[in-house]
């Protein structure tokens, strides 16, 4: 299991959040737990990703 803590980040470039939520997505045989502050501009930023 890979965890990305991004609990203390502030902010995150879209680039940045797509390799991330890539990673998860993929997988690969490792599960992956990408954790955000609820609310956060970094959550916001995630979820834009995520909702594409």
Sequence with gaps: MLIVDLTAVTSLAPAV???VLAARDRG???RVNVLRRQGSAVAQVLADIESR
């Design 17 to 19: 959040a797509e390799v």
């Design 28 to 30: 690969e045989g490792c």
